[in-house]
């Protein structure tokens, strides 16, 4: 599974200029603006400074794959740092801060796409063309973590990609450890099978710490 979530890091990183799917890009530009002056506002220190660079990229990358968008990803993630910023002090002393970040951004992302849906509906061969035109290095794992819920994608991501714990997983996505489990489980099972599928030889692992009962 490790080696299935590397090859996850190589297409977000390499997707993470690709253009939004089904936004128009007025509105994309007014959301970055935005971002960055409140950013401005926010300020900082040194500790928060550290806590940004050494975990901003991530991050993006996890919900760039959880989102299946990588400009929304992005910019979740920006948006996410702009409050974890405003709110440091308290922050930095979560037990998993990072889990915190991620958590912001995907609400931030799932309120965003619902306000926009009516605006992406009307736009799906403009979507088809420009997906077609992304740079995807693995074909087959794009096309795996596509088919999953995302309620399952964004436990793969978090346990694998984040290289959380199952404890640090369920706190980060507001859920009880057994869940994170089960939906591991069936995410795993129906990877394998997507992947078995496939021409790419990628093999699913299934680490037996995360299935057995705690």
Known sequence: MKDLIESGRSDASTAGTARSKG???????????????????????????????ENRDQIARALSLSLR????????ADEAFVRACQ?????ATFTNPQGWVYRVGMNWARSWLRRTRRER????????????????????????MATLTPGHRTVVVARFFMGWSIQETAEALGLRPGTVKSRLS??????AGELEDSSSGMEVSKPKEDFDES
């Open 121 to 144: 509906e009307k736009r799906p061969l403009i979507v088809k063309e420009e997906m077609a035109e992304d740079p995807i290095v693995d074909v087959d794992l794009e096309r795996a």
């Open 87 to 91: 709110r440091w002090p308290e922050v």
């Open 69 to 76: 968008n990588p400009d929304l990803g992005a910019e979740a």
């Open 186 to 191: 069936r995410a795993l099972k129906q990877l």
């Open 23 to 53: 936004v128009t890009d007025d509105s994309r530009r007014q959301d970055r603006i935005s971002s960055a002056e409140r950013w401005s506002q926010a300020g900082g220190n040194r500790d928060f400074d550290s806590f940004y660079a």
